[in-house]
């Protein structure tokens, strides 16, 4: 019988949902009432799944909601604009814009618009700036996510050897900034990578956002690593697979996050966590009387 540890990010995300409903309890009873608008630009499928997912996670909790839709035809000064009256409404907690954007509009752009203690999603410059300097209270929402599960399962990765496949802006690059800071040893790699395998086999933890289905098998890793599938591809049969062959390699490691019910729950909790977080720093609370463990 198999000892792997399933990292259940679904179940834990539940159960933080609980604590966050009760810390917006709390903030109400000091007339603070988070609110949280998404703005979506154009007609985007996906799009409008995941923000249905943010409403029904933020009414739940206890947010004030509000999606604001937007044409594709927008400019990116009058997106700006829009993003300016939200930050100037001392109502509105904290704001994302839904990526993908349409082509025409610049997401850097878009993302520096908005202000640093409104930016739930964590990409702000300031604040992964903040993340590079280790003061950082805002983070990307995925990898928070990350450090949340492996706290909550008392995981310490101090000290331990980490591989990180990917260096995307939105994981892979805070991810390894955040493990660094907190005392691992990080070596990061990518679809480039030369002799990939030579990173992965001597890794205590391997965390994979690639995009790349099954792209690291059972032969990859040594016995009793930990491994975080941060990938979620749909297969030509329809099924959603991570980068880890998690069958292949379940047997092997010591914890694994499944796909799906990993990191995307957390995902979406941490942005929930955030939304609490901006307005503990605008109105000058601290945070950890709302949220326990909040300090990453």
């Known amino acids: 019988m198999s000892k792997t540890l399933v990292l259940d990010g679904k179940q834990l995300s539940l159960q933080l949902r609980e604590e966050y409903k009760h810390a917006v ?4 009873g000091k007339h603070i009432i988070p609110k949280l608008v998404v703005i979506t630009v154009g007609e985007d499928p996906a799009s409008k ?27 990116q000064a009058e997106l700006h604009e829009t993003i300016e009256g939200l930050n100037d409404d001392p109502t509105v907690t904290g704001m994302i814009v839904q990526f993908p954007l349409p082509k025409h509009l610049s997401q850097v752009a878009v993302t520096e618009v908005i202000r640093p203690d409104k930016d739930v999603d964590g990409f702000h410059p300031y604040n992964m700036g903040k993340i590079v300097e280790g003061t950082g209270d805002l983070y990307p929402c995925t990898p928070r996510g990350i450090l949340r599960l492996l706290d909550r399962y008392n995981i310490d990765i101090k000290g331990k050897d ?14 390894s900034i955040l493990l660094a800071n907190k005392g691992s040893t990080v070596t990061i790699t990518h679809l480039l990578t030369r002799e990939l395998h030579q990173h992965l086999i001597h890794a205590d933890v391997v965390m994979v956002a690639a995009g790349s289905p099954h792209l690291v098998k059972e032969e990859d890793l040594k016995e009793g690593a930990i491994v975080i599938d941060v990938g979620i591809n749909r297969l030509d049969d329809g099924k959603l697979v991570g980068d880890v062959d998690y069958e292949g390699v379940f047997d092997k490691v010591s914890a694994i996050t499944p796909v799906p019910g990993g990191v995307g729950p957390m995902t ?7 939304t609490i977080l901006c307005a503990c720093i605008q109105h000058g609370l601290n945070s950890e009387d709302y949220i326990d463990g909040v300090s990453l």
């Open 162 to 175: 980490v591989t990180v496949v990917g260096y995307s802006q939105i994981v892979g690059k805070p991810l």
């Open 25 to 28: 309890e709390k903030l109400k």
């Open 49 to 75: 799944i995941y923000v249905g997912q943010k409403e029904k996670t933020a009414q739940y909790i206890g947010f004030d909601f509000e999606w604001l839709t937007l044409e594709d035809s927008i400019t």
């Open 268 to 274: 979406v909790a941490m942005l929930m966590e955030q």
